[in-house]
């Protein structure tokens, strides 16, 4: 029922900059949490960084003073802006919520990911 579709990958230089978008759609009562997780070849899928409705977001120490997360609660999304890219920053990056489908009922969801490839 409920779908997350992430959008906002692609190829950029280092030192370039990317906005990563995530939509929420389906039957959904309530979000309490969204955040952005990256994998790349052979490791395994990390935080990146992370909100919850009226909290400080959280974020990996190598992103720090580098990405934002934001959500916009009316719309169901949550973006990760992304500056001063880095080779390493190179990765699928998926989206994920903690999503309630009725009041008392909460999955968690991920996006199918999308590709941030960081080269020159």
């Known amino acids: 029922q409920v779908q997350l579709v992430e959008s906002g990958g692609g190829l950029v230089q280092p030192g370039g900059s990317l906005r990563l978008s995530c939509l929420a759609s389906?039957?959904?009562?309530?979000?309490?949490?969204m955040g952005w997780y990256r994998q790349a070849p052979g490791k395994q899928r990390d935080m990146v960084a992370r909100?919850?409705?009226?909290?400080?977001?959280i974020y990996a120490d190598s992103v720090k003073g580098r990405f934002t997360i934001s959500r916009d609660n009316a719309k169901n999304m949550v973006y990760l802006q992304m500056n001063s890219l880095k080779p390493e920053d190179t990765a699928v990056y998926y989206c994920?919520?903690?999503?309630?489908?009725?009041?008392?009922?909460?999955?968690?969801?991920w996006g199918q990911g999308t590709q941030v490839t960081v080269s020159s």
């Open positions: 909100i919850i409705q009226g909290g400080t977001p």
């Open positions: 389906g039957s959904i009562f309530g979000i309490d949490s």
């Open positions: 994920n919520a903690d999503i309630r489908t009725m009041p008392t009922l909460t999955y968690e969801f």
